[in-house]
């Protein structure tokens, strides 16, 4: 989860816009490769037809771990979860952003870009790309978040 090497795959529709831009050169400047999904100026835009691409691509096993925003986090975060090996969480805090890799296994990270600090999101990044999955009991609970349909 926490090699520089991993390309990353970031989106964001016009909310989140700020905030990918902010993060993606942090986590550049940190090392890591990224796929930019858009959007990719402040121009009001459909966030669906920005999160469905990245989704996609994770979901096909393209690349391993997304980060996406919009303005509340939400539609970026049900768009992507309508991908069986989605497994977005939208986060607003660090200890949040931790439990959805300890407890989910989450492989996308969504991001209120109008409602938390930048810096305060760079934490939570960087908590969600070096904290690993706990495994044990968590591991039969995330097996049927697809299992049972
Ligand atoms: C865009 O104004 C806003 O609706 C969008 O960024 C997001 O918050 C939707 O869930």
Same mark, same amino acid.
């Given at each position: 989860m926490k090699e520089s090497s991993? +390309?990353l795959?970031?989106?964001?529709d /016009?909310?989140?816009f %700020?905030?990918? %831009?902010? &993060?993606?050169k942090k #986590?550049?400047e940190a090392?890591y490769k990224?796929?930019d999904f858009?959007t /990719?100026s402040e121009?009001? $835009? @459909? *966030?669906?037809? +920005?999160i /469905?691409?990245?989704?996609?691509?994770i979901?096909?096993?393209? *690349?391993?771990i997304?980060? +996406?925003?919009?303005?509340?986090g939400n539609?970026?975060? +049900?768009?992507?979860?309508k *991908?069986?090996? $989605?497994?977005?969480?939208l986060?607003?805090n %660090?200890?949040?952003?931790? #439990?959805?890799? #300890?407890h989910?296994?989450?492989?996308?990270?969504? #991001?209120?870009?109008?409602?938390?600090?930048f @810096?305060?999101?760079w934490?939570?990044?960087?908590?969600? &790309?070096s904290? @690993?999955?706990?495994?044990?009991r /968590?591991v039969q609970?995330? @097996?049927k978040?697809?299992k049972?349909?």
């Amino acid at each position: 989860m926490k090699e520089s090497s991993t +390309i990353l795959a970031m989106a964001s529709d /016009h909310g989140g816009f %700020e905030m990918k %831009e902010f &993060l993606k050169k942090k #986590l550049i400047e940190a090392g890591y490769k990224i796929k930019d999904f858009g959007t /990719h100026s402040e121009e009001s $835009v @459909d *966030y669906p037809d +920005i999160i /469905h691409p990245l989704a996609k691509a994770i979901n096909n096993g393209e *690349y391993k771990i997304g980060i +996406i925003m919009c303005g509340s986090g939400n539609g970026a975060q +049900i768009v992507a979860n309508k *991908y069986p090996n $989605v497994r977005a969480g939208l986060c607003w805090n %660090e200890e949040q952003t931790m #439990l959805i890799r #300890l407890h989910n296994n989450a492989n996308i990270l969504s #991001l209120p870009g109008r409602f938390i600090p930048f @810096d305060q999101a760079w934490k939570m990044v960087e908590i969600f &790309l070096s904290t @690993d999955f706990e495994g044990g009991r /968590h591991v039969q609970r995330v @097996d049927k978040i697809s299992k049972i349909l």
